[in-house]
């Protein structure tokens, strides 16, 4: 009897000091407002074509554009960026002000936001009112996308189109030019990435790469990567308490990608360059030599991202990244997977990597994440003796040429 007495008081009390935490995880429904607008892109194709734009206005979006590529991006001038910081890429600092442009372009769009009569903007613009709508505008993956953004003489005026999102390799697009008299003019054409080569042609897409940080920009982060791009100089950090130490050994090796090659686009010209993600399951500094010791070792994952674009298919990119910083021959095989970022949900490749203890193989499971849309590229397990004996020759993976590089330090 006491026992039970007991214990209904303890869950008496229990109950007694949890009513007094209220555990609430929606703290949105405490906030008053309405849904922000939808930002539909050719919304923004059409604001952009009704501006008086002029050639400063076109010099600070081939200045970002030409930034964001630099840093390792697409070609692309994201909205955030249009607005918070005028002529600035992806991967530049975020710094206020008008970047020293007299009229940055954020001031013509959001004077034709503003003072357009309701029948100059679609339905969907004019409802939401037009702080409501530049602040959408602001706050979303919108973007101009300028292919073949180096071929640009200086003096041509755009023509203005939009990713249609139903992989199509045609839409309308916008002419603006002056006529004689000097009067700015617009006439609908047809725009395919035929056209986008000779003449200028902004799209009005959704980015996809801001969130990740570029293999130029990690380069210039670390300077053991060296002076942005060139040859790796990190050296794998050994324990002083490793064998191989203590037996006087002193070369250790590194499995670097050296290079990477497209052989195809991967999605229609609207939507931009192809990001690729590489990622690696391996054992780092591995060198057990019972079970007992195997256990020690947990497997790590390597990742990242490289920016393709279009007018880059067959050429080889230097990549320059460490995949495993100390390469033993214990290390068998290595998981490796690329894939191409096509969105949707995350998931896991359930793969394996193999190690040598004691004479005998072991598997050691690892999960490389990626996302339910990606294409996968090629997937599967990477031998050590393959990759010794390849060091420096072009393989094929799928649609991609790869150069990996095994050095001695």
């Known amino acids: 009897m006491r026992r039970f007495y007991f214990n209904f008081a303890m869950c008496a009390a229990l109950f007694s000091a949890l009513a007094c935490e209220v555990l609430d995880n929606d703290p949105g429904k405490h906030v008053s407002g309405k849904d922000m607008p939808v930002v539909l892109l050719e919304d923004v194709a059409a604001i952009l074509s009704g501006i008086p734009l002029q050639p400063a206005h076109v010099s600070e979006v081939h200045d970002a554009v030409c930034s964001s590529s630099g840093n390792g991006y697409d070609e692309e001038y994201t909205m955030d960026r249009i607005f918070g910081s005028p002529g600035s890429g992806v991967g530049d600092p975020q710094t206020k002000g008008d970047g020293g442009y007299s009229m940055p372009l954020r001031e013509l769009i959001a004077d034709h936001v503003r003072t357009a009569t309701k029948s100059g903007l679609s339905g969907n613009v004019s409802a939401a009112g037009p702080d409501a709508y530049l602040g959408a505008l602001v706050e979303s993956d919108v973007q101009i996308y300028w292919p073949f953004s180096e071929d640009w003489d200086g003096e041509a005026m755009p023509i203005i ?32 990435e035929e056209l986008a080569r000779k003449e200028p042609v902004w799209v009005v897409n959704r980015n996809s790469d801001a969130g990740y940080t570029s293999l130029e920009l990690l380069r210039r982060d670390d300077p053991e990567w060296g002076e942005g791009g060139g040859t790796i100089v990190v050296k794998p950090a050994v324990s002083s308490s490793d064998a191989r130490v203590r037996s006087g050994e002193t070369s250790f090796k590194s499995l670097i990608l050296k290079e990477f090659t497209m052989k195809r686009n991967y999605d229609p010209w609207f939507a931009g360059a192809s990001e690729f993600f590489v990622k690696t399951g391996a054992v780092e500094d591995f060198c057990a030599s019972t079970e007992a010791e195997m256990r020690l070792y947990s497997p790590s994952v390597t990742d990242f991202m490289i920016v393709v674009k279009r007018s880059q298919v067959g050429i080889p990119q230097p990549f320059n990244a460490v995949l495993v910083s100390d390469w033993t021959e214990q290390m068998t095989h290595c998981a490796f997977m690329i894939t191409e970022d096509d969105g949707g949900t995350w998931t896991d490749w359930n793969c394996t990597a193999l190690v040598r203890v004691a004479s005998k193989s072991y598997g050691i499971e690892i ?18 003796k393959w990759l010794e004996a390849n060091s420096n020759l072009v393989g094929h993976f799928g649609d991609v040429d790869l150069t990996f590089e095994v050095v001695e330090h």
Do not use: C, M
Not at 165 to 191: A, C, H, M, P, Q
Not at 367 to 384: M, N, T
């Open 161 to 192: 189109t939009f990713d249609p999102e139903d992989g199509s390799e045609k839409n309308i697009g916008y002419r603006l030019f002056y006529d004689e008299d000097g009067f700015r003019r617009v006439e609908t054409v047809v725009v395919d």
């Open 367 to 384: 999960k490389l994440p990626f996302r339910s849309r990606d294409d996968i590229v090629w997937r599967g397990q990477l031998a050590h």
